[in-house]
């Protein structure tokens, strides 16, 4: 099982970012996708997550209003588009599949490698 993050960069406070998860390896009908972040010396922390049908939504409180999760099934690709970022929302951002249908919960079976986010002052 692959889950290829991408489109981490660098951006301006208030700018936008759209991160992407391909998925590959095995079918994910029936699993959670979600997003955590982590900045070095904190913990990981989960940002958003969503059941691969589609139906079901989670955000953490940080990121509402401003985040929004989504999945193509045709392409098997989870996206994050990240809009008004702050410097805060720095993070190395990771890409993370758990058996469903519990969106948010202590384990997670597969996880990408992470994309860096950087948002400048």
């Known amino acids: 099982v692959q889950l290829q993050a991408s489109g981490g960069g660098l951006v301006q406070a208030g700018g936008s970012l759209r991160l992407s998860c391909a998925a590959s390896?095995?079918?994910?009908?029936?699993?959670?996708m979600a997003w955590f972040r982590q900045v070095p010396g904190k913990e990981r922390e989960v940002v958003s997550a969503?059941?691969?049908?589609?139906?079901?939504?989670y955000y953490a409180d940080s990121v509402k209003g401003r985040f929004t999760i989504s999945r193509d099934s045709v392409k098997n690709t989870v996206y994050l588009q990240m809009n008004m970022l702050k410097p805060e929302d720095t993070a190395v951002y990771y890409c993370?599949?758990?058996?469903?249908?519990?969106?948010?919960?202590?384990?997670?079976?597969?996880w990408g490698q992470g994309t860096l986010v950087t948002v400048s002052s």
């Open positions: 969503i059941r691969w049908t589609g139906d079901a939504t």
């Open positions: 993370t599949a758990r058996r469903g249908p519990v969106l948010v919960g202590p384990r997670y079976d597969y």
């Open positions: 390896g095995r079918t994910f009908s029936g699993y959670v």
